[in-house]
C-alpha cells in the first residue's frame, strides 16, 4: 500500500507563494503520474498539475500555468508543488495523488488509485 501525505498549506496574502511537498511512502513503486488537485467548499475536485516519473512530462490546469510549478525529487520520492502569485480563488484542500498504471490521461480523478489527505491553503485578498 501506498501513502501519501501532503504539507505546507497554510493561509497567505494574495500574490504571496507557498510551497506544497507530497511524500510518499510504504509499499513504494515508481508510480506513472503524480497529481495535485484541490476541492474547495462546494465544489467538485478539480485537477490542478501533474508529473510523469518517466520522462518528467508535467501538465497544468489553465488557470494555474505560468504561477504554479510542479517537480519531483526521486531520492525523496517527493513532489513538490510551488505556488506564485497566489490568489483567493486558489483557496481549497489540495491533494496529492497517484496513478498505479498508465492512462493517457492525468486530469482525470478516476485514474488516480492513491489520495492523500489534503492541505489547506487559504489566500486572503
Known amino acids: 500500500q501506498l501513502q501519501l501525505v501532503e504539507s505546507g498549506g497554510g493561509l497567505v496574502q494574495a500574490g504571496a507563494s507557498l510551497s506544497l511537498s507530497c511524500a510518499a511512502s510504504g509499499r513504494f513503486f515508481r508510480s506513472y503520474a503524480i497529481g495535485w488537485f484541490r476541492q474547495a467548499p462546494g465544489k467538485e475536485r478539480e485537477f490542478v498539475a501533474a508529473?510523469?516519473?518517466?520522462?518528467?512530462?508535467?501538465y497544468y490546469e489553465d488557470s494555474v500555468k505560468g504561477r504554479f510549478t510542479i517537480s519531483t525529487d526521486s531520492a525523496k520520492n517527493t513532489v513538490y508543488l510551488q505556488m506564485n502569485s497566489l490568489k483567493p480563488e486558489d483557496t481549497a484542500v489540495y491533494f496529492c495523488?497517484?496513478?498505479?498504471?498508465?492512462?493517457?490521461?492525468?486530469?482525470?480523478?478516476?485514474?488516480?488509485?492513491?489520495w492523500g489527505q489534503g492541505t489547506q491553503v487559504t489566500v486572503s485578498s
Open positions: 495523488a497517484a496513478q498505479s498504471g498508465y492512462f493517457a490521461t492525468v486530469f482525470a480523478t478516476n485514474t488516480y488509485d492513491y
Open positions: 508529473i510523469r516519473w518517466s520522462g518528467g512530462s508535467t
